[in-house]
């Protein structure tokens, strides 16, 4: 099964809300990915936060991580509709631990 | 910036044709992925590479091959293409434990 996994599947905010996304991972890493992708396009790295952080922050963007719990947020701040897109956690790829894995993904709908 | 670069954005196939997607990233990467994405299933992973003449399967190999000769090109063959294989499909590329970089994707129909 998927090892990263993304809630909830669909968001509907107005613009300036918050939107917050949840991600659950099953196996050790050393660090989280999070992905954004517009519609049939490909998938941009946003942010990446490693084991040994609690929580990163890069400008509207904040991502916590709870290893103890395999698990992270995905915080957008003062939405845009812009921000409208898919958004994906995934594990990371090394020739020890396997392939990197992408959840399903939440789709963000930020409404003007 | 890296750039990976798929050959195709949109592609129409029959039934029964070999079909081949391109990838070529610009960074010297040494791992390298397909994947295909399809509405309600995410991303599912077809082949990896490690290095150069190195595949791995990933969770849906079956009726594809990849080739990978040189390291900054990456290489998905359908042997013999079926509807079932129309999908968007996305090449990647990356260091170690480092964030993937994705192409823009190629949209396959398969007829």
């Known amino acids: 099964s998927q090892q990263g996994e993304e809630d909830p599947q669909a968001l509907s905010i107005q613009e300036g809300e918050n939107a917050t996304m949840n991600c659950s991972y099953k196996?050790?890493?050393?660090?989280l990915q999070w992905y954004r992708q517009n519609s049939g396009r490909g998938l941009v790295h946003l942010i990446l936060?490693?084991?040994?952080?609690r929580e990163k922050h890069s400008g509207r963007l904040r991502v916590t991580l709870d290893t103890s719990k395999k698990s992270s947020s995905l915080l957008i701040t003062a939405s845009r509709a812009a921000d409208t897109a898919s958004y994906f956690c995934?594990?990371?790829?090394?020739?020890?631990?396997?392939?990197?894995?992408f959840g399903d993904g939440t789709t963000l709908t930020v409404k003007p | 910036d890296v750039k990976v670069t798929q050959s195709s954005r949109y592609l129409v196939k029959r039934t029964g044709e070999k079909v081949f997607l391109e990838c070529v990233q610009d960074?010297?990467?040494?791992?390298m992925f397909w994947y295909r994405q399809d509405p309600g299933l995410g991303l599912r992973l077809i082949y990896f590479?490690?290095?150069?003449?190195?595949?791995e399967k990933g969770d849906i190999p079956e009726g594809y091959s990849v080739s990978r000769e040189k390291k900054e090109r990456f290489s998905l063959i359908l042997e013999s293409a079926s509807t079932n294989q129309t999908s968007m499909y996305l090449c990647?590329?990356?260091?170690?434990?480092?964030?993937?970089?994705f192409g823009n994707g190629t949209r396959l129909t398969v007829t």
């Open positions: 590479s490690y290095d150069v003449k190195m595949k």
């Open positions: 936060i490693r084991s040994n952080e």
């Open positions: 995934a594990t990371p790829f090394n020739t020890n631990a396997g392939k990197s894995t």
């Open positions: 196996t050790s890493i050393n660090n």
């Open positions: 990647a590329s990356s260091r170690e434990n480092s964030p993937l970089h």
């Open positions: 960074m010297d990467h040494e791992n």
